[in-house]
């Protein structure tokens, strides 16, 4: 399986979007890396690189969810800190 950002994954919010689109291509990146048996490096290194991108991400949605009221935000905000704990790096 591949990872691939398409338009139907856009909300038509940046930058929402482009992060989005950039977290998806890293994904892939690291896919590529562990079916091509890259060194354990590189592959370390996109984890790392993916985890410290995400949390990035999601403070930005979230202040994006709190400056257009968004009204789930804090139900969000628990999936986000949530997903943080899964987070070894
Ligand atoms: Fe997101």
């Known amino acids: 399986m591949k990872f691939k950002w398409e338009e139907s994954l856009m909300y038509g919010v940046e930058p929402m979007d482009t992060e989005h689109e950039r977290i998806i291509n890293q994904v892939d ?3 590529d890396a562990i079916q091509n048996h890259e060194s354990d490096e590189v ?5 790392k690189f993916l985890s410290k991108y995400v949390v990035e991400h999601f403070d930005s949605e979230e202040k994006l969810q709190k ?3 968004y009204p789930e935000i804090e139900s969000h905000k628990q999936i986000h800190t949530d997903f943080k704990t ?4």
């Not at 899964?86 to 790096?89: D, G, P, R, S, T």
């Open 29 to 31: 990146v690291l896919y």
């Open 43 to 47: 592959i370390l290194e996109t984890i």
């Open 67 to 69: 400056k257009y009221a």
């Open 86 to 89: 899964l987070l070894v790096i």
